[in-house]
């Protein structure tokens, strides 16, 4: 299961309004690449794969491609608007090291 604070459920259902993607869910998955050897990519859509799978926390439907959950489960997704910059966070507790901008890591 990955988990949504407060701060991702408001952005997000803020971005989906703003682009028009009203009925749409969070896509979030892993993909080679980064400092640390992997990288997050969340994207709004609203086509479900077979293979995929979806979770609800917060109201807010996540999904995630099969191979992509056996590195995200147990993450938890949120949003900072702070100094180190603006963007969602990926708090995963799978990973052994994770670059200094956050949006890579390694297992």
Do not use: H, W
């Amino acid at each position: 299961m990955i988990k949504v604070t407060d701060n991702a459920k408001s952005k997000a259902l803020q971005l989906m309004s703003e682009d028009g993607k009203n009925g749409y869910f969070i896509r979030v998955g892993v993909k080679g690449g980064g400092c640390s050897g992997l990288m997050y990519e969340l994207d709004f859509d609203n086509t479900l794969n077979e293979s995929d799978k979806s979770f609800e926390d917060n109201g807010i439907k996540v999904v995630v491609d099969k191979k992509s959950f056996l590195y995200l489960v147990g993450t938890t997704l949120d949003f900072s608007g702070g100094l180190n910059g603006k963007g969602f966070v990926f708090n995963n507790p799978n990973a052994d090291r994770t670059c200094g901008c956050g949006e890579s890591f390694s297992l």
